[in-house]
Structure formats: structure tokens, C-alpha cells
């Protein structure tokens, strides 16, 4: 089994992505770490305690950690989320509560603790926490297995500025420390989850487990879908984030390419966008060696990728 540690934002699709996780035997939950993204931190941590209990997976540890972003304003989501960030799920309000402490001492302690390379990182929202663990104990960067998150998009360009993604857009200086760690990197971009798209059929399907965590995971995805249909013309919701842990799961249902990734951190029309150096242009005219710091994804066989949240879902 894979020891990963989930740090997120829950979202719908956040949500889809941390129930895939604890349906997969081959992944170990250490625990969820929240930050402010898709909707305010306190709602973010509520989130992540709610999907623990509906998976009756209270036993892991849910950890609040950053408030809003290293340097720019929050910037969250509303008109895809709704208010709570999780509308439609039909969840109560929690009764459990997350430990005590902030979410990036827990990152910092738990890899600390732990042998070199036991923990893959699975960051699903801006990476805020990630960078500020970074930057508090560079110790931890040799001892992270790797980072496997999702953010950025390319030749898709971005879904919350013509050229930015969500959660790169949202702290993209703490992108830019990330994209610098020299730590193992998968990007997975709108350019994938723009092609795992749910359909009516897979829905049906889900909805005919009939278990609390079906029943909730379609009313979410209900009403999830509005948002991209409406206003980008999508049939379906793209499940960005149960990418993330697909990938480790079925690498071989992804492909891509080890790149030269770089974050535009000035650019006045291009803040937050994630330069992808996908034909290896650096050092032919003229510009320096960059190395390839992401191995950046591209395509999904969507068929296989719903399957195995079907089967985690069976699971739980
Ligand atoms: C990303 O932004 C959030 O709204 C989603 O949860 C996902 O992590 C997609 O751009
Ligand atoms: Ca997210």
C-alpha cells in the first residue's frame, strides 16, 4: 500500500476524489489536511469531517491548516461549489471534530516521523499548505516519495482567467514554490480533467448502489455539472481532482510527458498560469537549460477512470 496524506478543499469533485482514496485498498490514508480555496477554511475543514463520516472513516485525522494564500487575497468559488462547498451532498453537519493544531506543523511532523519516501503527497486545492511546510522545513522536500496534485492547464488554457486554473490561480506563489522543490512532480491539468467528463449513464449506475455515500456522490455531481454546462457548454462535470488519485492508482490510464513547468507569477493578463514547456523548446533558442521539475499528464482513458470510481464506491 501507498501512504498518502490528502490536502484539499472540498468541492464536489475534491469530495469524489477522498471517497475513490478510502475505496482503494491500495491507498493508506494518514490524514486530511484543509486549506481556504474553493470556499472559506472553516467550511473546507467541515467538508472533509463530513466525508469521513459518511464513509465511516472517522478514524482519520482531519487537519485545519491555512487561512487564505501566501500573498494574494482569497479567491474562492462559490458558483461552482455553492455556499457550503458542497452542495447537493444532502451531509449533515459534522459531530466530530479535526485535531487540534495546524495542518502544516501535522504535514511537517508526520513526514518527519516517518522513514524517507513514505509519503506521496496529494494535493487537490492551492497549495498554500505545501509551500508553507516547504518553506518552514526544507528537510521535508528529500523525504516526500512525491507530489501528485492537481492544478494548471495548457494547451486547454484556464477555467477561472483565460489563462489560469483555479487552484494555481488562487496561490500562485505557493505554486511557484512547489514547481521549485526539486521534489518529484505530476501535474494533473484541465487538460485531462476536461476529458473525464460524467456522463447520465455512469450516474445511473452509481445511483443504483443505493448506499448513503452513492446517494450523496450523485447529488453532488448533479449539482456540480450545473456549473461547467452552463457556462462552459460541457456535457457533464469534469472530475478534476479524483485524476489526482487515479493516477496513483492506474498510472498507465494517463499520459504525459516530464516537462519544464514555470508559474507566471507578473504576467498582467497570465497571472497563475502554468508555462508548460511541452516541446522542449528551453536551450534551442537561446534560453537557459531549465530542467524538466513535472511530469505533466494529458490524456485519460475516461472509460477505465470511471470504472475505478465505480468499484471504490462498491467498496464502500
Ligand atoms: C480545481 O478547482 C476547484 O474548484 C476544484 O475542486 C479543482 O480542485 C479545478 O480547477
Ligand atoms: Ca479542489
Not at 490524514?31 to 467538508?47: E, I, Q, R, S, Y
Not at 511532523?109 to 519516501?117: F, L
Not at 494517463?254 to 497571472?271: K, N, P, Y
Request: include cysteine; glycine fraction near 10%.
Amino acid at each position: 500500500t501507498r501512504r498518502i496524506i490528502i490536502d484539499t478543499d472540498p468541492g464536489q469533485d475534491d469530495a469524489i476524489a477522498i471517497l475513490l482514496a478510502m475505496g482503494s485498498p491500495e491507498l493508506e490514508i494518514a490524514g486530511l489536511t484543509t486549506v481556504a480555496g474553493n470556499v472559506p477554511l472553516d467550511l473546507t475543514t467541515a467538508n472533509a469531517l463530513k466525508l469521513c463520516e459518511l464513509a465511516g472513516r472517522t478514524d482519520i485525522p482531519v487537519v485545519a491548516g491555512s487561512i487564505r494564500p501566501l500573498v494574494r487575497p482569497l479567491v474562492t468559488a462559490e458558483a461552482v461549489h455553492g455556499k457550503t462547498g458542497l452542495d447537493g451532498s444532502g451531509l449533515p453537519d459534522p459531530t466530530t471534530r479535526p485535531v487540534p493544531g495546524h495542518a502544516v506543523d501535522w504535514i511537517i511532523d508526520t513526514i518527519m516521523a516517518a522513514p524517507e519516501g513514505t509519503y506521496t503527497l496529494c494535493p487537490l486545492g492551492p497549495l498554500t499548505n505545501i509551500a508553507s511546510a516547504l518553506v518552514r522545513e526544507p528537510r521535508i522536500a528529500p523525504r516526500i516519495r512525491e507530489i501528485v496534485f492537481m492544478g494548471g492547464g495548457f494547451f486547454e488554457g484556464g477555467n477561472t482567467t483565460p489563462a489560469a486554473e483555479f487552484n494555481i490561480y488562487v496561490d500562485p506563489h505557493a505554486a511557484h514554490v512547489v514547481m521549485t522543490s526539486g521534489i518529484k512532480l505530476t501535474m494533473v491539468p484541465l487538460d485531462v480533467t476536461h476529458k473525464a467528463l460524467t456522463t447520465r449513464a455512469w450516474l445511473d449506475r452509481v445511483a443504483a448502489l443505493g448506499t448513503p455515500a452513492a446517494k450523496s456522490v450523485v447529488g453532488m455531481l448533479d449539482f456540480f455539472e450545473r456549473f461547467d454546462m452552463d457556462r462552459y457548454g460541457m456535457t457533464g462535470a469534469p472530475l478534476h481532482d479524483p485524476c489526482v488519485i487515479a493516477y496513483l492508482l492506474k498510472p498507465e490510464l494517463f499520459g504525459g510527458r516530464d516537462c519544464h513547468v514555470a508559474i507566471e507569477l507578473s504576467g498582467e493578463h497570465t497571472l497563475g498560469m502554468t508555462v508548460v514547456d511541452w516541446w522542449g523548446m528551453a536551450g534551442k533558442w537561446g534560453g537557459t537549460d531549465r530542467p524538466k521539475n513535472c511530469r505533466v499528464l494529458r490524456d485519460i482513458d475516461a472509460a477505465g477512470f470511471f470504472e475505478l470510481i465505480y468499484q471504490a464506491l462498491q467498496r464502500l
